[in-house]
């Protein structure tokens, strides 16, 4: 079956062809077994194929070459004919692996260098990522950890490009299960429930910056209820409120008394503003007992018309129609509208509310020598302050205690207006309120 030509000597080179299969070997053959044995390069009869290395016995065993007519080659290990140890293999493409192969498969710990830049070392399962890896992904992605079936799966830890690190479960479809997130640019942390790449069920986010804190669901990668609302609350007992109602009186009527249509330029300032126009109002005097009041963040809800109203309203319009027609039609009547109680978010704390204190009055404008109303700035909580401070709420709340002022030069009565700014840098800022509180002299209502 077989022609032997030009033999040479024991283990030396041959040339055979076989005829039936056309294929061509050129290199040792064992003298007795007529076997390749030795070095030699095979020529496949499909001419895609062409080994190039050592053989054992007629079969691939050693070190050699394998070159396929698409580009692609391997050098390496060859056991049993099959390319099985330690080998590199290349691609047209300009894709490179070095590691470990079983029968021809990327298995075992090895290199993709691949030609977009991407590269993975680790281990392989049949050509694919599966076990410990890290895999550097050409938008600058660095994913350390366990991978399934050639995606990231199980605990693993990715650097991103942007300097943003996460470390927790992931999935083929992205961070998913329980994970931490530092965010590098807006030096915020996250760690929790995370689903297909977004901060989703319960979770914790620390602000570095401001210590702002939140603890609670989140949904669609955010808070799933956000405060949109300072709230301004005080808590009184009626003989406190009766007391303050009393002052409020008071006020009004010596403002009422201090007012001078006839005022000319050069008359004392008037020290009575304008309050009205604030929706929220402490009414005080000097020998009155410290101010408290308190802050509380919120969700407000949009208001809503009574669903069961509205359906007890289209029912008696049912029973009615027909009866009144020809009739002259009321009014359409406007439907109830129900406001919902705001939400205090206790589960966040240190943001970052900013209180600076002033009064409209009256000066003297050096270079027109005429009076123009201007807003002044006081101290606020600490009279050796500056009239800027902030206070950080917790669990949802600032609470102001023990505010007193006393009588002075520099400050007399008035209407005096806290400004409060949410100033937390991590968080959307939520709308400014402000504060009027209205200081008389002495009263005439006993101090409790």
């Known amino acids: 079956q077989m022609c032997i030509r030009d033999r040479v000597s024991t ?55 394998f ?34 192969f079983m029968k021809g498969e990327q298995h075992g710990q090895g290199e993709m260098k691949y030609s977009n830049g991407e590269s993975y070392v680790g281990l392989w399962h049949l050509n694919a990522r599966h076990g410990k890896g890290i895999w ?13 079936a050639h995606h990231p799966s199980g605990v ?98 010596k403002k009422k008394a201090k007012k001078d249509p006839k005022k000319k330029p050069g008359d004392k300032p008037q020290i009575f503003a304008d309050e009205e126009g604030f929706e929220h109002r402490i009414y005080w005097n000097f020998a009155a007992e410290p101010i408290h009041f308190d802050l509380k963040i919120v969700f407000q809800g949009e208001p ?15 029973e009615v129609k027909g009866k009144d027609k020809g009739k002259k039609k009321d009014a359409k009547e406007e439907p109830e509208i129900i406001i919902p109680d705001p939400v205090v978010i206790t589960m966040e704390s240190n943001r970052q509310l900013q209180f600076k204190m002033s009064k409209k009055e009256m000066k003297t404008n050096e270079e027109t020598e005429e009076e ?11 009279p050796k302050s500056s009239a800027t401070m902030v206070v950080p709420t917790a669990n949802g709340i600032c609470s102001i205690k023990d ?28 709308p400014e309120i402000k504060i009027a509180i209205i200081i008389s002299s002495q009263s005439i209502i006993k101090p409790l």
């Open 136 to 148: 550097k992904k050409k938008n600058g992605d660095i994913v350390e950890g366990e991978f399934v």
């Open 304 to 318: 809503y018309i009574d669903p069961v109203k509205a359906a007890q309203k289209e029912e008696e319009q049912k």
């Open 403 to 430: 505010i007193k002022f006393e009588k002075s030069e520099s400050f007399d009565e008035g209407c005096y207006v806290i400004s409060v700014k949410d100033v937390t840098t991590s968080q959307p800022t939520l």
């Open 11 to 65: 283990q030396s080179t041959w040339d055979l062809k076989m005829k039936e299969q056309k294929a061509r070997y050129v290199g040792d053959l064992d003298p007795i077994s007529k076997l390749r044995h030795g070095k030699g390069t095979y020529s496949y009869p499909n001419k895609f194929f062409q080994y190039d290395g050592e053989w054992q016995n007629g079969v691939k065993e050693g070190k050699g070459a």
């Open 156 to 253: 693993c830890k990715i650097t991103f490009g942007n300097g943003d690190i996460y470390e927790g479960a992931v999935d083929k479809f992205g961070l998913n299960g329980v994970g931490k997130y530092t965010d590098e640019k807006q030096k915020i942390i996250y760690e929790g429930e995370f689903a297909k790449g977004i901060r989703q069920g319960k979770g914790k986010l620390v602000s570095l910056v401001d210590k702002y804190t939140y603890e609670g669901i989140f949904k669609n990668n955010k808070q799933e209820m956000a405060p949109n609302k300072i709230l301004f609350a005080r808590n009184m007992t009626e003989e406190q409120k009766k007391q303050e109602d009393g002052r409020a009186a008071e006020y009004s009527k």
């Open 372 to 382: 123009e109303e201007v807003e002044v700035d006081y101290p606020f909580l600490d």
């Open 67 to 100: 070159y396929m007519k698409d580009g692609c080659k391997y050098e390496g290990d060859f056991k049993d004919g099959e390319m099985t140890g330690k080998g590199t293999k290349t691609w047209p493409d300009g894709n490179v692996y070095a590691g470990e």
